[in-house]
């Protein structure tokens, strides 16, 4: 099995910084892509940056010059640092991987719990 943990999300006041984290741990030969995505209220989740094995990254309009994603490849984590946060910032992170378990065996997608990143004064 394969599991995702987070961690790193907080209140923040507007214009700060959050370093958001995810591990990856259990049966895996190789991960392909990790990328963070988030969902706010009543809106649908959307993708914030990504991050492929190769260390191609992109990133949603909204956060490009303002978060980096970068990821340690021997830990199997991967970061989001998030700088001059705006409160439209505010939203449940999640870390998605597309992780292979076996050589030569399917990419399977896997997601984790989520962490609540809330930008306010």
């Known amino acids: 099995q394969v599991q995702l943990v987070e961690s790193g999300g907080g209140l923040v006041q507007p214009g700060g910084s959050l370093r958001l984290s995810c591990a990856a741990s259990?049966?895996?030969?190789?991960?392909?892509?990790m990328g963070w995505y988030r969902q706010a209220p009543g809106k649908e989740r959307e993708l914030v940056a990504s991050?492929?094995?190769?260390?191609?990254?992109n990133y949603a309009d909204s956060v490009k010059g303002r978060f980096t994603i970068s990821k340690d490849n021997a830990a199997n984590t991967v970061y989001l640092q998030m700088s001059s946060l705006k409160p439209e910032d505010t939203a449940l992170y999640y870390c998605r991987a597309h992780i292979m378990r076996n050589w030569g065996g399917p990419t399977y997608s896997y997601w984790g719990q989520g962490t609540q990143v809330t930008v306010s004064s």
């Open positions: 259990g049966n895996i030969f190789s991960i392909n892509v």
């Open positions: 991050i492929t094995s190769g260390g191609s990254t």
